[in-house]
């Protein structure tokens, strides 16, 4: 069993001339299979989330991220949630579980960040023996807000 993850970017601007930007390091995750009675949970390769919010006052600002359903092979599924990520640095990152229900906090703050900041996200599968075997897939989304 293998999944793989595409990520995308969203950047929600304010229209008084916020200027918003978050790239990611790689556009898609991939979790190697591996046997569940000795890795009991997959690490993904490491993610760098590159950030910057300017002209944001003495606002808040968010990145989240939200799951487009669970991992799916056909008619197989692993549930999202037993996808879950470490971030650093903390804070302003903070670690979490995959939903696709509700957008999740990756990392969040207030006013400015005039120079690019980098964090670093490590997503996590609980590898379980009732995963069918398969090529999983589903997306992510990453998105800034400064509302």
Do not use: K
């Amino acid at each position: 069993m293998s999944a793989a993850v595409c990520a995308g970017v969203a950047m929600a601007e304010l229209a008084h001339a916020q200027t918003l930007d978050l790239t990611l390091s790689t556009p898609s995750v991939t979790f190697a299979s591996a046997d569940p009675d000795t890795t009991p949970s997959i690490a993904a390769a490491a993610v760098t989330v590159t950030y910057r919010v300017r002209d944001n006052a003495g606002g808040g600002w968010r990145i989240t991220v939200l799951a487009g359903g669970d991992l799916t092979a056909g008619a197989a599924t692993i549930p999202i949630n037993l996808v879950t990520w470490t971030a650093t640095p903390a804070p302003p990152f903070q670690n979490g579980t995959m939903s696709q229900t509700m957008a999740q906090t990756l990392a969040s703050g207030s006013g400015n960040v005039q120079a690019f900041r980098n964090g670093t996200v490590v997503f996590r599968l609980e590898n379980r023996w009732t995963h069918n075997t398969g090529i999983y897939t589903t997306s992510i989304g990453f998105t800034l807000v400064a509302p």
